[in-house]
T-cell receptor
Framework: GNSVTQMEGPVTLSEEAFLTINCTYTATGYPSLFWYVQYPGEGLQLLLKATKADDKGSNKGFEATYRKETTSFHLEKGSVQVSDSAVYFCALIPNTGGFKTIFGAGTRLFVKA | GAGVSQSPRYKVAKRGQDVALRCDPISGHVSLFWYQQALGQGPEFLTYFQNEAQLDKSGLPSDRFFAERPEGSVSTLKIQRTQQEDSAVYLC?????????????FGEGSRLTVL
């Protein structure tokens, strides 16, 4: 079946550190891949997406590249800020019919000043 | 407002009570989803509407769960005879179209606690 696995948190970094949150997926064909972010007290919101192999999604300094060969979609940011503290969810929508988004368990990020 | 609105934000129910959770999607959004999020977990799919048609209800955990969207806008998730394992945050999300590349817009959720 379709599934998403992401690294367990929490991840604690100092401001301006480099961030990587690993995400791998299992799906048939070519799913669309997403990163959603949930800031404290808010609903989930889309951070970035990629819809085909080798695409790079980017937003707010975050990037993730769709790697079909390793079935991965790792999230990276070169220099994190305190305001990036949130829970990050990797997700996919299979291209085999249906519109169900399947989410990973989430990774909590704490950034210290 | 312009976003997805859910009510109530918090609900405490005694075991065996019925609850109803409401979702107001973004105006004009065709697709509407309900998800269940347990503490420390990612959202788990419950059901999907395209306008008023419920096209997928494969994620509803039991026949105690029922969802409707009778006029293709507001949706209600009803849970009958609540159990402690129903305690979770229930998320509603809407999407403009029906594409599998589409962005979901989430509400802040309804947190249900069953005592």
């Amino acid at each position: 079946g379709n599934s998403v696995t992401q690294m367990e948190g929490p991840v604690t970094l100092s401001e301006e550190a480099f961030l990587t949150i690993n995400c791998t997926y299992t799906a048939t064909g070519y799913p669309s891949l997403f990163w959603y972010v949930q800031y404290p007290g808010e609903g989930l919101q889309l951070l970035l997406k990629a819809t085909k192999a080798d695409d790079k999604g980017s937003n707010k300094g975050f990037e993730a590249t769709y790697r079909k060969e390793t079935t991965s979609f790792h999230l990276e940011k070169g220099s994190v800020q305190v305001s990036d503290s949130a829970v990050y969810f990797c997700a996919l929508i299979p291209n085999t019919g249906g519109f169900k988004t399947i989410f990973g368990a989430g990774t909590r990020l704490f950034v210290k000043a | 407002g312009a976003g997805v609105s859910q009510s109530p934000r918090y609900k405490v129910a005694k075991r065996g009570q019925d609850v109803a959770l409401r979702c107001d999607p973004i105006s004009g959004h065709v697709s509407l989803f309900w998800y269940q999020q347990a503490l420390g977990q990612g959202p788990e799919f419950l059901t999907y509407f395209q306008n008023e048609a419920q096209l997928d209800k494969s994620g509803l955990p039991s026949d105690r769960f029922f969802a409707e969207r009778p006029e293709g806008s507001v949706s209600t998730l009803k849970i009958q005879r609540t159990q402690q394992e129903d305690s979770a945050v229930y998320l509603c999300a809407s999407s403009l179209g029906t594409s599998n590349t589409g962005e979901l817009f989430f509400g802040e959720g309804s947190r249900l606690t069953v005592l």
